[in-house]
């Protein structure tokens, strides 16, 4: 079969189901597995397709016509202009997370010199952070055992030196350490709404990751109390959450001690985190 008859094939399949771009994802998916740009697809429109890879391709249609993401498919996902590998045990990075990164890196001072990234999942943020501010000692943490491989995996691909802990939240951290920045982007959907998200969600990124408790907020009400203690003088917290949540996310910050606490919003101008400073004298 010929690229172009396999292109139209995978869109025609892909159309069955609700994906806003079937042709552009069919398109991707076959350069994918011919391992080449998409532009190629058009100039070699009229070459085979051995078996081999005809099979493969189709497989992956299939996959992807059961909801399952398309960066899992490839393995692949873009953040803050760094190419990252993912698959299930860990979130795909999101571009809304990447206001939350270049909002921590513009409020961190030049002579900031540690980071803490808590469930840190794929690494994207403490590695793009270490990527873009190498003088950064990054450190990330994360629960999950297989998680943590992937972000190793991710920080030897983007040459960033990364000091990883199998922690859940701060448990594991040295108690004596103090950072400068503590970024996270924790699970912060409320139970009962998970049932509710896309089918690509709920179905295959890992619930470990999303799941915030009863109400959303119990990895921010654990986490607030001992970031506080953690921080440097004059440290920031950088906290990502949902739409909604930002307002009570500051509350809880003042609540817990911290000053000067703001939105963070992302491109659209909805609530996607917050930031907030350790005071010099608590």
């Given at each position: 079969?010929?690229?172009?008859?396999?292109?139209n094939r995978g869109t025609?399949a892909l159309k069955q189901?609700?994906i806003?771009?079937?042709?552009?994802?069919?398109e991707?998916l076959?350069?994918?597995?011919?391992?080449?740009?998409r532009?190629s697809?058009?100039?070699?429109s009229?070459?085979?397709?051995?078996?081999c890879?005809?099979?493969?391709?189709m497989s992956?249609?299939?996959?992807?016509?059961?909801?399952?993401?398309?960066?899992?498919?490839?393995?692949?996902?873009e953040f803050?202009?760094?190419s990252?590998?993912v698959?299930s045990n860990?979130?795909?990075p999101?571009?809304?997370?990447?206001?939350?990164v270049?909002a921590?890196?513009k409020?961190?001072?030049?002579?900031?010199?540690?980071v803490l990234?808590?469930c840190?999942?794929?690494?994207a943020i403490g590695?793009?952070?270490g990527?873009?501010?190498?003088?950064?000692s990054v450190t990330v943490?994360?629960?999950?055992?297989?998680?943590?491989?992937?972000?190793k995996?991710?920080?030897?691909r983007?040459?960033?030196?990364?000091?990883l802990?199998?922690s859940d939240?701060?448990?594991?951290?040295?108690e004596?350490?103090?950072?400068?920045?503590?970024?996270s982007?924790p699970p912060y959907?409320?139970?009962a709404?998970?049932?509710?998200l896309?089918r690509d969600v709920?179905?295959?990124?890992?619930?470990?990751?999303?799941?915030?408790?009863?109400?959303?907020?119990?990895?921010?009400?654990?986490?607030?109390?001992?970031?506080?203690d953690?921080?440097?003088?004059?440290?920031?917290?950088?906290?990502?959450c949902g739409?909604?949540?930002?307002?009570t996310?500051?509350?809880m910050?003042?609540?817990a001690?911290?000053?000067d606490?703001?939105?963070?919003?992302?491109l659209?101008?909805?609530?996607r985190?917050?930031?907030g400073?350790?005071?010099?004298?608590a």
């Amino acid at each position: 079969m010929t690229i172009e008859s396999l292109i139209n094939r995978g869109t025609l399949a892909l159309k069955q189901v609700i994906i806003e771009q079937p042709r552009f994802e069919a398109e991707l998916l076959l350069a994918f597995v011919l391992n080449c740009e998409r532009v190629s697809l058009y100039t070699h429109s009229k070459d085979d397709v051995d078996a081999c890879r005809e099979a493969h391709y189709m497989s992956l249609i299939d996959r992807r016509l059961k909801g399952e993401p398309y960066a899992y498919l490839t393995g692949t996902k873009e953040f803050m202009g760094l190419s990252f590998y993912v698959d299930s045990n860990v979130l795909i990075p999101r571009p809304d997370t990447e206001c939350v990164v270049e909002a921590a890196l513009k409020a961190l001072p030049k002579k900031g010199k540690t980071v803490l990234d808590l469930c840190t999942g794929s690494g994207a943020i403490g590695i793009a952070i270490g990527r873009l501010r190498p003088d950064l000692s990054v450190t990330v943490t994360d629960i999950s055992e297989e998680a943590l491989t992937v972000a190793k995996k991710n920080a030897k691909r983007n040459g960033v030196n990364l000091r990883l802990i199998q922690s859940d939240l701060f448990e594991a951290v040295p108690e004596t350490e103090r950072f400068d920045l503590i970024i996270s982007n924790p699970p912060y959907i409320p139970k009962a709404d998970i049932q509710r998200l896309d089918r690509d969600v709920k179905d295959y990124e890992p619930l470990l990751a999303l799941d915030g408790g009863l109400d959303g907020f119990d990895f921010y009400r654990r986490m607030m109390p001992e970031a506080f203690d953690r921080l440097s003088p004059k440290g920031l917290l950088v906290l990502e959450c949902g739409y909604n949540q930002g307002k009570t996310l500051i509350d809880m910050a003042k609540a817990a001690g911290f000053t000067d606490v703001m939105l963070i919003r992302d491109l659209a101008g909805l609530q996607r985190g917050i930031i907030g400073i350790r005071p010099e004298i608590a």
